[in-house]
């Protein structure tokens, strides 16, 4: 009886053991990010604290890794400027400083690396305005050396986009040139992304929509709603983000 029991204890532990080893399994990339896009698709950007944090905790010296953290952190502070939380956004620009510089050190001709830099820039005059003097060329000087080191990489184009779209007309703004920057990015991002999970291409879109309302391009606008309502389904936040009604609600 004691030799039956253990062979059925020992059967039992056959069929858990596996399970548990798939259930402690750590994350990879596309696990971190596919829970960054599903969160920001519902407007929640409650969880991405705790997922870069998680990221960190890994300590993974792949470079993919360590960009696609200091991804999350810049959309993450672009929510918390948003959201007037500029304590928290200006303890996120340190981190991703410190990371920044270590990266750029090690792959100064990394297009993506000096596209985040310029981002980072235009984040601090965010938070600082009167910063913009010093920073501007800053910013503009690694989003340029982002397009230069690779012409194929969207982010140099989303930042040059973005620097036209929020700078003032008198300091050199222009919302119908950064509608060209966005969608040449946004055919490179499309033609290139081979992932499913893509929060940044979701965010792209929403500048885009945003800048074709500023420009009063609404008839265009409203198509391209709908094209992202069939991808991405309500969006309940993009109305705040682009400062219009695209959802067609009163």
Not at 71 to 81: F, T
Request: aromatic share 12%; hydrophobic share 40%; glycine share 8%.
């Amino acid at each position: 009886m004691e030799g039956k029991k253990n062979k059925i204890s020992g059967l039992i532990a056959l069929l858990i053991f596996p399970v548990f080893i798939a259930t402690a399994q750590p994350k990879d990339l596309n696990d971190f990010q596919c829970a960054f896009s599903d969160s920001y698709r519902e407007g929640n950007m409650g969880p991405w604290p705790g997922l870069i944090a998680e990221m960190e905790k890994i300590e993974s010296p792949d470079l993919v890794w360590q960009t696609e953290i200091l991804k999350a952190i810049y959309g993450l502070v672009g929510y918390q400027i948003g959201a007037g939380q500029k304590d928290l956004a200006k303890a996120y620009v340190k981190k991703a400083d410190v990371r920044l510089e270590k990266l750029l050190t090690g792959y100064p001709r990394n297009a993506r690396l000096h596209s985040l830099a310029g981002a980072f820039y235009a984040y601090k005059i965010s938070l600082n305005v009167y910063k913009a003097p010093f920073l501007g060329p800053k910013s503009l000087y690694h989003i340029e050396k982002s397009i230069e080191l690779d012409p194929s990489e969207p982010m140099g184009y989303i930042e040059k986009g973005n620097s036209l779209l929020y700078r003032p007309a008198a300091f050199g703004g222009n919302k119908h040139e950064a509608l060209v920057f966005y969608r040449k990015a946004l055919k490179l991002m499309e033609t290139q992304a081979n992932w499913e999970c893509n929060w940044q291409q979701m965010l792209l879109r929403a500048f885009i929509l945003k800048g074709l309302y500023e420009t009063n391009q609404v008839a265009e606008a409203k198509m391209f709603t709908e094209q992202m309502q069939k991808e991405y389904g309500s969006m309940g936040w993009i109305k705040q983000f682009v400062g219009a009604n695209p959802m067609g609600k009163n």
